[in-house]
T-cell receptor
Framework: QKEVEQDPGPLSVPEGAIVSLNCTYS??????FMWYRQYSRKGPELLMY????GNKEDGRFTAQVDKSSKYISLFIRDSQPSDSATYLC??????????????FGKGITLSVRP | SAVISQKPSRDICQRGTSLTIQCQVD?????MFWYRQQPGQSLTLIAT?????????ESGFVIDKFPISRPNLTFSTLTVSNMSPEDSSIYLC???????????FGPGTRLTVL
């Protein structure tokens, strides 16, 4: 079993839809959770990060963590064509993403249709 | 976020040769990491480049195949040695620490081995 599993894609939605992206993990040592966005032929860009269970909101994006179920989600409201990218969940066994190994899901490619 | 550059951005190499990839960041950082992103696979950590000491390699990656240098706090190189077609991948450096509380990625080097 992989340490991090991410819902397979690709995912195609109409503009304005609410998007839900999900990852599960098996390693209970993970305590820091991140979402990266990667546009085609670019490096991953940090989108959101959190270390506590619950919701964290930033504009149209909400990151949700449920440590008891080992489940994290990213919600995108009012999706835009510019949100079309690959989304990667990442996790760390320390309380920081800066100084330690990140373990990634495989990523899911999202396409938002105008 | 950090401004990170990688050289080359892409290359096509012959089997049995070696390629050195450079990673430069615009400010001093504690940590520099090298990841590999193969098609359909998770982004995977190769090694952590420590300034002034030997790199720390993840399971499945060895120094003879992926020698790393970290001569100062803003620069690192990764060499892919004795390449085979299985080494075709995107290689990404990332940085963290210093004034950065999160891990940021460079644009990547797209390597094709024939």
């Amino acid at each position: 079993q992989k340490e991090v599993e991410q819902d397979p894609g690709p995912l195609s939605v109409p503009e304005g839809a609410i998007v839900s992206l999900n990852c599960t993990y098996s390693n209970s040592a993970f305590q820091y959770f991140m979402w990266y966005r990667q546009y085609s032929r670019k490096g991953p860009e940090l989108l959101m990060y959190t270390y506590s269970s619950g919701n964290k909101e930033d504009g149209r994006f909400t990151a949700q963590v449920d440590k008891s179920s080992k489940y994290i989600s990213l919600f995108i409201r009012d999706s835009q064509p510019s949100d079309s990218a690959t989304y990667l969940c990442a996790m760390s066994a320390t309380r920081s993403g800066a100084n330690s190994k990140l373990t990634f899901g495989k990523g899911i490619t999202l396409s938002v249709r105008p | 976020s950090a401004v990170i550059s990688q050289k080359p951005s892409r290359d096509i190499c012959q089997r049995g040769t070696s390629l050195t990839i450079q990673c430069q960041v615009d400010s001093q950082v504690t940590m520099m990491f090298w990841y590999r992103q193969q098609p359909g696979q998770s982004l995977t950590l190769i090694a952590t480049a420590n300034q002034g000491s030997e790199a720390t390699y993840e399971s499945g990656f060895v120094i003879d195949k992926f020698p790393i240098s970290r001569p100062n706090l803003t620069f690192s190189t990764l060499t892919v040695s004795n390449m085979s077609p299985e080494d075709s991948s995107i290689y990404l450096c990332s940085v963290g620490g210093g004034r950065f509380n999160e891990q940021f990625f460079g644009p990547g080097t797209r390597l094709t081995v024939l």
